[in-house]
């Protein structure tokens, strides 16, 4: 199975690694080859209807990439989207393989444009000393 970057996926039984309540949440891989055969970073996104304090893309303070829903993804986003590059993580491909067996991840076939994941990758270059060795090597 090939994840592409900049591909969408839909988790429907989503938590964060130290714990919290279990949601829906949108993935956006950002790994830096085209496809990966082995480990795919992941990070979570969620809605926010009610901006009225974030700029359009980086908000390195906040170590966030906001996408606005009438331009991200080609229209794809509903609502206003937040792209929580706080909680990047490494997801093993066993793992992925058997969340997609189990149907708790499915693929949505939509995709960030070229120009966003690019503005993505390079948000996340800003915050590169918050971002460890090992997740380092596979995004830049």
């Not at 991200?72 to 609502?79: E, H, I, L, Q």
């Not at 792209?83 to 058997?98: K, R, S, V």
């Amino acid at each position: 199975m090939d994840f592409i970057k900049g591909e969408i996926f839909y988790d429907i039984n989503f938590q964060y690694p130290d714990g919290g309540p279990i949601c829906d949440k949108l993935l956006l891989v950002v790994n830096k080859k085209h496809t990966s055969p082995q480990d795919v970073v992941l990070v979570p996104c969620k809605t926010n209807k009610r901006n009225s304090i974030l700029k359009p893309h980086c908000n390195e303070n906040e170590k966030i990439f906001f996408v606005d829903k009438q331009i991200g993804a080609n229209g794809f986003y509903r609502d206003n989207t937040i792209i929580q590059l706080f909680h990047i993580e490494i997801y093993f491909y066993d793992a992925i393989e058997e969340y997609f067996q189990n149907q708790r991840i499915k693929r949505l076939q939509k995709y960030t444009t070229q120009d966003e994941f690019s503005r993505i990758l390079n948000c996340l270059k800003k915050m590169k000393d918050d971002i460890s060795q090992e997740i380092q090597d596979l995004i830049f």
